[in-house]
């Protein structure tokens, strides 16, 4: 019997096969290991390689892997220099959405508080990253006047800057003055009594006698310094007491030549029944002086101990109150019934403290719409 031939092509077969079923695994690995690697150097070609403000270290060194990044300037610093690079030449970096060039400094404003930039690196297949960095701007600190404008009297001493106190006296005709206060840095706010400044200044009644008027300046950061200007509107001018002369003295000139009168120096006491008493001329003036009817005949607070007991015509009183008192509460009393009284120019009697140590609070009694007085109440807190 012919024995076959053995077939080749099926032995060559058969040991390509057994050969590929006893590597498939390590293929797997192989390919396995290359595509990590190849999404690894996308997104080293994603980093940045250098991250810097000019003049200014960051919160934490700089390091690629690490995606944020703080800064803290004071608040003279109004814009900062930025530098940002990636070793990828084919790279392109964004900040807040702006394109740069590699290589180069950038400028950027500053507001106060927080600042973000946002900035991504895209390795231009597609891949990208993106690091944070935020640049805090400190408020600013300066609560200083840069002048006070008065609408009449002048300020003693000259107006300065570091100069807390003054006076200003004024005469009786001038009911009212106009403050306008005017800070160094626009990020300031003023008060005038517990009243906002605005363009026009701070219209303030003055009470016969002497009132203090607080400025407090508020800086950006919270901080306060409070200006004081004691006022003195002095009291009515009497008018000059007016002689009642004899009719013999009133005699023409020539009359008084050819007839010469001898007065005895008691026709002129005698004339005046008691000298210590107001001629009917002084009287009158003294009657048409008009009487203020726009007061309190009473005021008191929920807490506090005051500097002097609370009297009608006195127009300015300090209260000291605990450090932890957040509120008061005022009950004051017209002396006439038609008065209407107003505290901070509104109604409530319930008033918010300032958490720092002075907090002014005006309370106005008007009667008949004309004759108007201001109480000033400035309460202290205790340290």
Known sequence: MKQSKPNKALNVFLIISLAWVGAGSSISSVYAETNTSTVQENQLASNLSKLEIEGK????????????????????????????????????????????????????????????????VNNGTGSSNTYTLTVTREKNANNFLKSIELSKGELSPKFSSDVNEYNVNVSNEIPAITFKPTAIEATSTIKVNSTITGKNGVDVSLPVGQSDIMITVTAENGKKKIYTIHVTRMK????????????????????????????????????????????????????????????????????????????????????????????????????????????????????????????????????????????????????
């Not at 060194?61 to 530098?83: H, Q, R, W």
């Not at 400094?105 to 106060?112: H, K, N, P, R, V």
Request: glycine share 4%; net charge negative.
């Open 57 to 120: 270290e960051l919160d934490q060194k700089f390091a690629a892997d690490l995606f944020e990044y703080t800064a803290t300037v004071g608040n003279e610093v109004e814009n900062i220099k930025l530098l940002v690079d990636s070793s990828n030449t084919d790279a392109s970096i964004t900040i807040n959405g702006k394109e740069i060039v590699k290589r180069t400094t950038g400028t950027y404003a500053l507001q106060t508080g927080d600042n973000k930039f946002i900035i991504s």
């Open 236 to 383: 009515a001018v009497e008018d000059k007491a007016v002689e009642d002369t004899p009719a013999e003295v009133k005699a023409p000139a020539a009359n008084q030549k050819n007839n010469p009168v001898s007065i005895q120096p008691s026709t002129r006491i005698n004339t005046r029944p008691n000298s210590a008493q107001p001629t009917s001329q002084q009287q009158s003036s003294l009657n048409t002086e008009k009487v203020s009817k726009a007061l309190l005949s009473s005021l008191s607070v929920s807490e506090g101990t005051w500097d002097s007991n609370f009297t009608s015509d006195e127009f300015t009183y300090h209260i000291t109150v605990s450090s932890d008192a957040d509120e008061i509460t005022l009950k004051p009393i017209a002396k006439y019934s038609r008065s209407e009284i107003s505290i901070e120019g509104g109604t409530s009697k319930t008033i918010k403290l300032e958490n720092d140590k002075k907090t002014i609070i005006s309370v106005v009694v008007t009667y008949d719409d004309v004759d108007r007085k201001t109480y000033v109440l400035v309460f202290d807190k205790e340290s």
